[in-house]
């Protein structure tokens, strides 16, 4: 069983930057598979990023790659999340996941991968 909280969420600036993070416990972050998804207010939940286990290889969704960065801090069992030059459209909230079993990777960018879940944090980008 992992147990995810998310923190960094926030009220930003068209064009500024933030850190998610996403402290796990229950398990090492190396041992799964980790990813960011995001909702939008009506919208389904999104793909953002993974950096998938063992390997550390990352995936980003094409409308924030360039924009985003995953990471992995292995010490400190926590995955963050780096944003840059922000756009009122990626107002969302924004949640950590891990996987359970091992996920090939044509599955990587689905919800169904994933099965644990923290509760979400609220990134809001004023204009």
């Known amino acids: 069983q992992v147990q995810l909280v998310e923190s960094g969420g926030g009220l930003v600036q068209a064009g500024g930057s933030l850190r998610l993070s996403c402290a796990a416990s229950?398990?090492?972050?190396?041992?799964?598979?980790m990813a960011w998804f995001r909702r939008a207010p009506g919208e389904e939940r999104e793909f953002v990023a993974a950096?998938?286990?063992?390997?550390?290889?990352?995936y980003y969704a094409d409308s924030m790659k360039g924009r985003v960065t995953i990471s992995r801090n292995n010490a400190e069992n926590t995955v963050y999340l780096h944003m840059n030059s922000l756009k009122p459209e990626d107002t969302a909230i924004y949640y950590c996941a891990a996987d359970r079993a091992s996920t090939i990777l044509s599955e990587i960018r689905q919800v169904r991968a994933y099965d644990y879940w923290g509760q979400g944090t609220q990134v809001t980008v004023s204009s």
């Open positions: 950096i998938r286990r063992s390997t550390s290889q990352t």
């Open positions: 229950g398990d090492t972050v190396s041992r799964r598979t």
